[in-house]
């Protein structure tokens, strides 16, 4: 009888804690970060279009140039290093992005500069000064997602 009770008991934790393996990771629209020598901001999305178990959003912008013009303006420096971050959507919780596709792009009326990043999605602004719209773009299996910011290089 007794060999029962700890036969059953066994059963009972291995059940119990393999429910706890079931966890939803269905997350939510990213929030995208800009980071640089002192500051932080984040930057302010645009074109959305994700869709998850849990969410689905849909949202467009028209002219996403003019649109990144009226944000509040991020001042930076020529050559200044900064590093871009996604943050989980902490209404929805979770991070899991597999793969995620992350592209960035300086606009200006005369011009469109790719920005390189590395592994950790370090860069560095241009050296040449001017009032430009960031745009990056985050793709991932659940969507993807567009986000401006206004940028004075100076």
């Known amino acids: 009888m007794n060999l029962y009770l700890k036969l059953f008991i066994a059963v009972f934790f ?3 804690l393999t ?3 079931g966890e939803d990771y269905d997350v939510g629209v990213p929030t995208a ?3 640089f020598g002192s500051g932080d901001i984040q930057l ?3 074109n959305i279009s994700w869709e998850t178990q849990s969410e689905n959003v849909h949202e467009a912008i028209d002219d996403v140039h003019e649109f990144g013009l009226i944000q509040d303006e991020i001042k930076v420096s020529a050559n200044q290093e900064a590093t871009l971050d996604f943050k989980e959507n902490e209404k929805n919780g979770g991070d899991i992005w597999t793969d995620p596709e992350i592209t960035a792009v300086l606009i200006s ?6 920005i390189d990043m590395n592994d950790l999605r370090e860069f560095r602004f241009p050296s040449e000064k001017g009032n430009y719209v960031l745009e990056v773009i985050f793709k991932s299996n659940a969507g993807s997602a567009q986000y401006v910011g206004n940028i004075l290089i100076q």
């Not at 009326?109 to 790719?114: H, S, T």
């Open 33 to 35: 970060h800009l980071y």
């Open 109 to 114: 009326d005369e011009k469109q500069i790719e």
């Open 44 to 46: 302010t999305e645009a």
């Open 14 to 16: 291995v059940l119990a």
């Open 19 to 21: 429910g706890c393996f």
